[in-house]
């Protein structure tokens, strides 16, 4: 067998390749107050780790439960890698780098968790794709289905930013925007799935969403030849992203490929702090989430059990930052190193600024820090209502060329 399951919560083990959601027994304890508990986290084989220890270069496919066939069919990286010179200097920190998943193909990270999704579809002979999603998760899914012949079906919040939605429809998936919050289109989509089959992609609660999302920490190790970064500045808001890196330099330090994991740093916005509190206070609580960054604005986290404990063992910490510091963070971001992120992906980045003396007191001045932009700003340039304006046009005369004052 080439991996089986364990609950995160109570360590029981599944020793079946077939498809499995939740531990049965944890599960069962799950009343929407808490975080829920019984998540599976997927075991490589020993023959696996071994195989891949063995190799001068590995790629995800070495680590994936459900290896691609074609991996060209829809490439999910590896993206680029990027010294942003002028946020070295602005920070004092030469070690900076960002990763940029918004350049994947549907233009965020959630490409890396639907294509191990359809690939555990194609496996198991399965046509449709049942999910959830604040906007993007939802679009990488329909992006996939598109290019791989799987049929889509998607609830979202109609409340999610327009162009996240067209997306979807775009690539010819079934979309039902629902008058509700995140979390209520996640518990329909689960009903939708035991009434019509199919299979959930739900983020973490199909364990394939965080084997996909680990791809990121195994082209991280091989960009950064062959070494992992100290510590890695993540956005959170259902804690799956965070888990997937997480578990993605497990599976490395398994096959005896790295011997140290770097630390994570949760990054949320105050007005989504769900699992920061459970980071900082053990509060598993559910919270009323309102932030902007609707990619991270949750009020139960599908994954925040897993995601704290991972925070914890990495000795990593949590940051949140207000809405306004996450909107100037997008200009930051564009305006010094060409980098145009949604709200939710420059969370990451708007932590480390805030975080920044805490950061150099901990690891110094030098250490190499990796901030992950998860998604692009061209699918909500609404955001940027009331901070930049274009400006009026100019009659088509060089005299018009003194009046300007640049
Ligand atoms: C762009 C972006 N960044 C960050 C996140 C947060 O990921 P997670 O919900 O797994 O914590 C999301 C999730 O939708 C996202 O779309």
């Not at 990286?77 to 900076?96: A, I």
């Not at 780098?97 to 990270?109: A, I, P, R, T, Y």
């Not at 969403?209 to 082209?219: L, M, N, P, Q």
């Not at 110094?364 to 901030?371: L, R, S, T």
Request: proline content about 5%; overall charge neutral.
């Amino acid at each position: 067998m080439r991996f089986r399951y364990v609950c995160s919560d109570c360590g029981r083990i599944f020793e079946t390749e077939g498809l499995m959601y939740q531990c049965p027994e944890c599960a069962k304890e799950n009343d929407g107050h808490l975080f829920p508990k019984g998540n599976l986290i997927v075991e490589l084989s020993d023959e696996v780790l071994r195989k891949a220890a063995g190799k001068a270069h590995v790629t995800p496919d070495d680590f994936y439960p459900y290896p691609s066939t074609d991996e060209r069919s829809y490439p999910v990286g590896p993206t680029p890698l990027m010294r942003p010179r002028r946020l070295c200097q602005r920070l004092s920190l030469p070690g900076l780098s960002l990763k940029l998943d918004s350049q994947l193909v549907s233009g965020s990270f959630k490409d890396r968790a639907s294509y191990e999704v359809a690939l555990q579809a194609k496996a198991l002979g399965e046509k449709r794709i049942v999910l959830a999603s604040t906007g993007n998760a939802g679009a990488a899914m329909s992006a996939v289905g598109a290019a791989m012949g799987l049929d889509i079906v998607l609830f979202v919040p109609a409340s999610a930013p327009i162009n996240k939605l067209m997306q979807s429809v775009l690539y010819g998936a079934h979309v039902v925007p629902v008058k509700g919050s995140y979390d209520d289109a996640f518990a329909l989509s689960i009903e939708y799935t035991k009434r019509h089959g199919g299979i959930n992609r739900n983020t973490a609660y199909n364990p394939m969403t965080i084997e996909g999302k680990k791809s990121v920490s195994i082209e991280i190790f091989e960009d950064l030849g062959r070494r992992v970064p100290d510590v890695i500045y993540v956005p959170v808001g259902d804690g799956c992203i965070i888990a997937g890196v997480a578990k993605g330099f497990s599976d490395l330090r398994k096959a005896g490929l790295i011997d140290k994991v770097p630390r994570l740093v949760a990054c949320q916005s105050t007005r989504s702090d769900a699992i920061s509190r459970a980071i900082d206070k053990d509060d598993y609580r559910a919270i009323s989430a309102t932030t902007r960054a609707d990619s991270i604005s949750v009020d139960l986290p599908a994954n925040g059990r897993m995601a704290a404990r991972y925070v914890k063992e990495s000795e990593g910490w949590a940051v949140t930052v207000s809405d306004e510091e996450i909107l100037d963070s997008q200009i930051t971001l564009t305006r010094y190193a060409g980098v145009l992120a949604e709200p939710a992906a420059a969370t990451a980045y708007a932590a480390l600024e805030k975080d920044r003396d805490n950061l150099v007191s901990r690891l110094g001045k030098d250490a190499e820090v990796m901030v992950l932009i998860t998604g692009t700003g061209f699918k909500d340039m609404k955001a940027f209502d009331g901070r930049v304006t274009l400006p009026p046009a100019i009659e088509n005369s060089v005299d018009e060329l003194d009046r300007l004052t640049f």
